[in-house]
């Protein structure tokens, strides 16, 4: 099951050595669950392995009962101590791993132990630790290991994992193909219901008066609080646009962005300008992969030129006559980068080719 831990490992201790060994532990680990529970036994210390390496690569900081951190290099020789109670003592840990192959691992835990004492009268002894391993090769085998005695019969080492593949939950409804149109759907992990909707392209009426880029490299539409195309997934963008008495440059091209701002928007791709003509057209900007869901405050942007831009120019077909501006939509362009905007707009000389998609049950 995604986002759970799987047990992958139990060791039981049978009286008669000292060391539990979880062998080779296989599947997704890049996430470990250690969980210990000493029954009492072992002596002369109690230590955590990995990958059977005695080596000087482990490093540990520990506070047991609040009290200041202490052993900033104990355990350094060939394992990290006190990590999973005291020896000779009834104890119960839990440890988080951070098992990434690549990197060095790190983790930390806490530890309960009856302090050598039973009943009311004596209150339990609590540690808190963190720890690394300065071994950059995934752990596959764990050590719970006495330096002296056997473990008691009983103790026990469970090891649980889970992958960070697996952390968000998979989306079913991407692997649906070939859906019709008012298609019902129940999502089986969120129990949502969601509805099928049809793909299509925004109505748009086209203007004839023509505006200028009129100096400025930039021209948008912002898309507001209310605005229907909010949530679109757009497939591509048509522009009606020309070139304007033959007279520009064509070594830069036209091209067209979808996004809060020019420098992170998603781009729709370019056109050369000699590509137009002196009539106006629809030029169709189709994005070579990735795809832009419209949302709120997002900016159909289109740019021309490096540099100033003369009257001469391109003209995108606008009449620019605010009555004219789509419900709840404040058109605005830039003469920069997109960090001065000012109220103006494409009005309606573009149109939105978007998805089929799946809309959830009480939305628009």
Known sequence: MVDTLQLVKTVVADGNSATMD??????????????????????????????????????????????????????????????????????????????ISGKETSGYGHCITDGGNTGSA?????????????????????????????????????VYAYSRADEEISDEKTTISDIPTNTRY???????????????TTSQETQNGGELFNDVEIVSQKFTSGSSKIGLIVDSVDVFIRNDTGSVSTSTNIECKIGQEWSSGVSYGTKSPSALSTSYSWQNFTPASAKRTIVEND??????????????????????????????????????????????????????????????????
């Open 22 to 99: 979880t062998g080779t532990l296989t599947g997704d680990l890049d996430v470990l669950r250690v969980v210990v529970e000493i029954e009492g036994g072992g002596s002369g210390g109690c230590r955590m392995r990995f990958n059977s390496d005695t080596g000087s690569n482990y490093r540990r900081l520990f506070s047991e009962n609040g009290g200041a951190k202490d052993g900033h290099n104990d355990g350094a020789s060939n394992a990290i101590s006190n990590m999973v109670g005291r020896t000779g003592r009834r104890s119960y840990s839990i440890n988080t791993i951070y098992n």
């Open 122 to 158: 004596n209150a339990p002894t609590r540690m808190e630790y963190a720890f690394k391993w300065a071994n950059t090769a995934q752990i596959t085998s764990i050590q719970i290991i006495s330096d002296s005695t056997s473990w008691a019969s009983g103790s026990t080492l469970n």
């Open 186 to 200: 129940e999502e089986i992990d969120t129990r949502k219901i969601y509805r099928r909707v049809a793909g299509g």
């Open 299 to 364: 900016r159909l942007m289109i740019r021309w030129a490096d540099g100033t831009v003369t009257n001469d120019s391109i003209r995108w077909g606008s009449d620019n006559n605010a009555s004219n501006q789509l419900p709840n939509e404040t058109g605005e362009y830039s003469a920069d980068d997109g960090s001065n905007w000012t109220a103006r707009s494409f009005d309606r000389c573009y149109k939105i080719n978007y998805s089929a998609q799946w809309k959830e049950r009480g939305t628009a």
